[in-house]
């Protein structure tokens, strides 16, 4: 079986690859590879949109791992038609997305984010309203494995939870789980709402001035999904008319964020580059996924971690 790797594996996760048995493995840089690379392929690596052509021409390609969450880049209509098994690395920046949503929450009810500005002019000053998470209800719009994470995190700071997604299946840590047809009518009683939901036809505008205008005015808006989910320009008025008290935007629409726009010189908006995902664990943690995946493939011709429905996107 040939297996075709665009990440550039350690010596060590070379030697686990290869130590399972009737496995071919070549490892080519996403820079270098070519369609000839993919020749005899039946299980790929990671995504390139250089071989997206041949990938889709392929006879003997049968499944793609792809090392980050987000699939929207790849031509999912298309691999659904072939019938390509296709899994993804979701669960694997479960650990740092999380801790960098907790950092937003913390920063806002400490006026950190106010803090950091005095200190960039050099003032010793002392902000209104220093609060605590402690006792707070945090809402999670999209409970996958970060989801998961975060509402663990929070409980061991005290936190409420409510969960939000399609089903109103319990997850773990989660006080409360209700469908997205309840999130209208309960997004007014958080003090916080995180968006963790992936980038589909369906995600695409979700919060816009309806939600915002239906939010209390003392709560924080979260998001570290993806940029399409919220309409920029309804976050922008809900901020500017204080309908929310502030924004933590890891991701935005567009990306950069232009310099021009009124998100940056908000006092109660705090801005990261689309960082929220990095982490020097994470490509180990996605290794561990496509080795285990490999390994059921080999022996049962299955994958069993992350496949993705492609009706959903996710």
Request: proline share 4%; no cysteine.
């Amino acid at each position: 079986m040939k297996v075709l790797s665009l990440v550039n594996l350690t010596k060590k996760q070379t030697e686990k690859i290869q130590s399972i048995s009737g496995v071919d493995l070549k490892v080519v840089s996403p820079k270098k590879v070519t369609p000839a690379d993919l020749e005899d392929v039946e299980v790929l690596y990671d995504w390139s949109n250089t071989l997206k052509d041949s990938v889709l021409k392929s006879n003997t390609l049968n499944w793609i791992q792809v090392v980050r969450a987000g699939v929207d880049a790849l031509p999912l209509p298309q691999l659904a038609d072939k019938g390509v098994i296709l899994t993804n690395g979701s669960g694997a920046n479960a650990i740092n997305i999380a801790e960098q949503t907790l950092a937003y929450m913390l920063m806002f009810v400490r006026r950190m984010n106010l803090t950091a500005r005095h200190q960039d002019a050099r003032e010793w000053k002392q902000d209104d309203g220093y609060d605590e998470v402690y006792n707070k209800t945090v809402m999670i719009v999209g409970v996958g494995h970060i989801g998961t994470l975060i509402a663990k995190y929070a409980k061991a700071l005290g936190m409420k939870t409510i969960g939000v997604r399609r089903s109103d299946k319990p997850a773990e840590y989660i006080d409360e789980m209700i469908p997205m047809t309840e999130l209208k009518n309960r997004i007014g009683e958080v003090h916080f709402v995180v968006n963790s939901l992936p980038d589909t036809p369906a995600t695409i505008g979700m919060f816009n001035q309806d939600l915002f205008a239906t939010m209390s005015k003392k709560a924080y808006y979260i998001n570290i999904g993806r940029g399409k989910t919220t309409d920029i320009d309804d976050l922008i008025s809900a901020l500017e008319n204080d309908e929310i008290a502030g924004a933590g935007l890891d991701v935005t629409t567009p990306e950069p964020l232009p310099s021009t726009s009124p998100l940056w010189d908000m006092q109660n908006v705090i801005i990261t580059p689309h960082d929220a995902g990095a982490s020097v664990h994470y490509e180990e943690r996605a290794f561990d996924i496509f080795k285990e995946n490999l390994k059921s493939y080999v022996e049962n011709g299955e994958v069993v971690v992350n496949e993705v429905n492609y009706s959903t996107g996710y």
